[in-house]
């Protein structure tokens, strides 16, 4: 069984939200250590089943040296999941450099409302089946976690609580 992963619509660059923004619905989630705080900002707390939530992550780096990393594309995955809808992040397997610098870093963030993997040959095991056009297809409705994942030991920020109304 193949499986089908779509960094690149998991982490697609979106319009972003600052965070003086008053959007109606927006929300935020905050994790830190000391040294290093990461605040994850979501434009809403509603989005429609197969659609996109945009927002932003960003790193305050206070620790006074660059954090190194070793990557493949996108060091950040955001997933909605609830006890129904385990998703899990799927990383390439390949390595780049990265480097967050010291001060303040901000990334535009996109939560897919899909499913990250499904079985082009029709559901297989926990797998849904893709779409006929081979896409993934849209998470049922309902109340999900918008689940941040991070290939490097910074701080996670805390689930912030979504619901996915139906299209």
């Known amino acids: 069984m193949r499986r089908l992963v779509l960094p690149a619509l998991l982490l697609a660059l979106a319009i972003s ?79 780049a450099p990265l480097t967050l610098p010291t001060g303040t870093s901000s990334y535009p963030v996109s939560v897919v409302a899909a499913y990250n993997e499904c079985a082009p040959t029709g559901a297989w095991g926990t797998h849904v089946a893709c779409l006929r056009s081979g896409g993934m297809p849209p998470l049922p409705p309902g109340v999900y976690q918008a689940t941040t994942y991070l290939v490097r030991a910074v701080p996670v920020p805390p689930p912030i609580t979504i619901t996915v109304t139906a299209g």
């Open 17 to 95: 939200v600052g965070a003086g923004d008053d959007a109606a619905g927006a929300a935020a989630s905050t994790a830190g250590n000391g040294a290093v705080q990461v605040t994850l900002q979501l434009a809403a707390t509603t989005v429609t089943s197969g659609s996109v939530l945009s927002g932003r992550l960003t790193i305050v780096n206070g620790s006074h040296k660059p954090i190194r990393y070793v990557t493949c594309g996108s060091f950040i995955q955001i997933l909605l999941r609830n006890h129904d809808h385990l998703l899990s992040p799927g990383w390439l397997l390949c390595s």
